[in-house]
């Protein structure tokens, strides 16, 4: 899944000498001075007043930023106690000294634990025996200390279990160094490989591993090899993608037997492998690139399973024999249907577990590789997730997957894929207690304006009244084909203790409903998502859940264009809004190839070179559509280092705002000067965080007069 990413573009050189902050008198909020830049696109001339905030490196805009900031942390310290006392509730949910179920790899049962007071996990093996001694392999703890912000990407096990792979990220900016640690000694060796993007992959002699590298758009396009004892500057680059449409990845096969290197784009892709034991090979295609046919690949005993969308809105799934993948080879593994969208595969030496949507929810599909025999594990709750997780084990003859629903924590389960039967690994705790008997969990079918049934998971406390008098948060994303989950969220609970009622509208633009659900709400249908959201917000206020003056809404990143757009389109719905690392300003953006992911994505939101995407994408780009009306309470929050969606995008979106739009509703603005596009690292501040949006929503919406019975 890509997610909308921009990039900083330097030497603009258009900032005055005069300071663009200024500060009317204490209390009030900050004013962003306008240096108007004009641009031409499409026969129609567009100025931008706020342009100058892209430029990271003028002290000017810092200061702005931290104006805001300043405003932010001001207005709103009368609800310092009630964010602390969230907090404190959030904490007592999470058990703080904990450890995650063992995993199986190579000889070794791997795991990872956390510690009171500690942000970070710590990643530990034993050997053999889950009754063998601990080794602490990476304390990401140890790594952190003394940085603002620590993230890692792959950690990657050679096949005889001596030497690890990790890769690191101190700047928020998906900026990553590859170091490769000795278990036998602890020390690191001498080849760290700065630069590199996240994703490796061993070959079998122990001493070969695949990487890759990004251009300077964060935009995976190489694949490189290395030898353990030689320099990076000797390394062999193995592929390489020159279309900007495309990504590659790099990864080992469950079976261990291949490297699978894959370029993908959003409507096409075309797949490679190397042996594992013969890594100098070249590259092999298996299937070339056609116009939007999308395939993936995993490897059984003597095939490749192939998941496709060749003749298959839903995917289908072929096999092939090693020797030949080519669609002239292909037989049918599991047909294609209008009813059942096929998700992704787990494969084992004798399973196969296929990850299926139907009816908008997920089931496991089991296949008995010797005989083809079927059957479906099966699950209570009216809306849940399900995961399969931790199957690292080639040879297993049983499936983990963790399980949970609004009113169900997370449990682990290990399902014996001959015998049918599942027990249970782990259940997550929650210390601080947790009855399930004073929620109410509800899904329910909402009609959207064009006929279509968009779902939704609703979590209730018992004996939720339906006469308009509650406070509800409704939550949504809705882009990438990414599909929101009803799983466990101790954190939401504190809203609900508090009265409200939560929801998730799993509006189009994601797969809830299959792939046509991800077509409809992209590109020229771009507004089936808004729509939808629209629509499940006024049936919640028609069957009297909760009422315009209790209503509040809440999406990050491509969600936070959703919050941007609804609370645009139609203020008067919603009490408040709270837009997370917003991706606001769709035209300027998606007009620069040079940010990144840009190019990818006119496969994703159009582009507006062509002037009929232009046109559409303007009509609901919410920085362009700033209007002079009253909006929405609004919080907005970005993180100065995000790579995903830049800073400047919420800065000049609330700029903008406050120098256009009426009416007494607040509008904060508040910046993470450590974080990336998921906030701070560290989980203590994570929640934090959580709590401070929680204790705006709830401030938002407390005096607000309930409604008319």
Not at 32 to 38: E, F, G, L, S, V
Request: charged share 25%; proline share 6%; glycine share 6%.
């Amino acid at each position: 899944m890509h997610l909308r990413a921009v990039v900083l573009a330097a030497g603009l050189g258009l900032v005055a000498a005069a300071p663009p902050v200024v500060v009317a008198q204490a209390g009030q909020p900050p004013v962003a001075k306008r240096i108007p830049k004009t641009d031409t696109v499409q026969g129609e001339l567009r100025r931008d007043d706020y342009f100058w905030l892209r430029e990271k490196s003028n002290p000017e805009v810092r200061r702005y930023l931290e104006a805001e900031n300043a405003y932010t942390e001001a207005s709103l310290a009368h609800l310092k106690p009630t964010q602390d006392s969230i907090y404190r509730e959030m904490l007592g949910r999470i058990k703080e000294t904990d450890l995650t179920v063992p995993w199986r790899y190579q000889g070794y049962w791997y795991y990872t634990r956390t510690e009171q007071g500690k942000d970070y996990p710590i990643l530990c093996r034993k050997k053999g025996s889950l009754d063998a001694a601990e080794e602490v392999i990476l304390d990401q703890n140890r790594l952190a200390r003394g940085k603002k912000f620590h993230a890692l990407g792959g950690v990657d096990v050679s096949p005889d279990g001596n030497l690890l792979l990790y890769l690191e990220d101190t700047t928020a900016f998906r900026e990553y160094t590859l170091h490769v640690k000795d278990l036998r000694t602890g020390r690191l060796l001498g080849e760290s490989i700065p630069d590199v993007w996240n994703g490796t992959a061993w070959a079998d002699d122990r001493r070969t591993f695949f990487y890759m590298r990004a251009d300077s758009a964060k935009r995976a396009y190489a694949v490189w090899r290395h030898t353990i004892g030689t320099p990076p500057a000797r390394d062999v680059k193995v592929f390489q993608e020159d279309n900007n449409l495309y990504s590659a990845e790099v990864a080992r096969s469950q079976s261990g037997k291949y490297i699978f290197i894959s370029s993908e784009g959003f409507t096409s892709s075309e797949w490679r492998v190397i042996p594992t034991a013969r890594p100098t090979d070249s590259a092999r295609v298996l299937v070339p690139r056609r116009a939007d046919v999308l395939y993936s690949v995993d490897h059984i005993p003597g095939r490749f399973l192939i998941l496709t969308n060749d003749g298959a809105t839903n995917f289908r799934i072929v096999s092939a024999p090693e020797s030949d993948a080519s669609r002239t080879a292909w037989q049918d593994w599991q047909p294609a249907s209008d009813s059942v969208f096929i998700e992704d595969l787990v494969v084992l030496r004798s399973h196969v577990v296929v990850s299926e949507r139907a009816e908008g929810l997920r089931r496991l599909r089991v296949v008995k590789l010797a005989n083809r025999d079927t059957h479906f594990i099966t699950f209570p709750d009216p809306a849940y997730s399900v995961d399969p997780t931790g199957n690292t084990d080639f040879d297993a003859s049983t499936l983990r997957f963790a399980y949970s629903s609004f009113t169900t924590p997370e449990t682990v389960y290990q399902y014996d894929l001959a015998r049918r039967t599942r027990t249970v690994l782990k259940r997550r705790e929650i210390p601080s207690g947790f009855d399930a008997s004073r929620y109410q969990l509800r899904r329910v079918m909402v009609p959207a304006r064009d006929g279509e049934q968009v779902p939704v998971s609703l979590l209730l406390p018992k004996g939720y009244p339906l006469d308009g008098s509650r406070p509800f948060l409704l939550y949504a994303y809705g882009s990438y084909g990414y599909t929101l989950e009803p799983d466990f969220d101790s954190s939401v609970l504190s809203l609900v203790d508090r009265g409200f009622g939560y929801g998730i509208a799993h509006i189009r633009g994601g797969q809830e409903m299959g792939r046509r659900w991800y077509d409809a709400g992209k590109m020229m249908n771009k507004k089936n998502t808004f729509n939808d959201f629209i629509d499940v917000a006024e049936y919640l206020v028609r069957e009297r859940y909760t009422s315009p003056a209790r209503l509040v809404a809440n999406g990050a990143s491509a969600g936070g264009l959703l919050m941007g757009v609804v609370a645009t389109w139609r203020p008067d719905l919603f009490r408040a809004v709270v837009a997370g690392v917003p991706f606001v300003d769709v035209i300027n953006t998606m007009l620069d190839a040079s940010i990144p992911l840009t190019a990818p994505e006119w496969e994703q939101w159009g582009n507006p070179h062509q002037p009929e995407h232009y046109a559409y994408m303007k009509s609901y780009s919410p920085y362009d559509n700033v209007a002079p009306m009253e909006y929405p309470a609004l919080l907005v929050t970005t993180s100065f280092n995000d790579s995903q969606v830049m800073y400047w995008e919420p800065a000049k979106w609330v700029a903008k705002l406050r120098a256009t739009k009426r009416g007494a509703n607040p509008l904060y603005l508040k910046t993470n000067f450590a974080g990336g596009h998921g906030g701070s690292s560290g989980r203590y501040d994570r929640l934090k965080e959580t709590a401070f949006e929680y204790a705006f929503m709830i401030d938002a919406v407390k005096e607000q007069p309930a409604a008319v019975p």
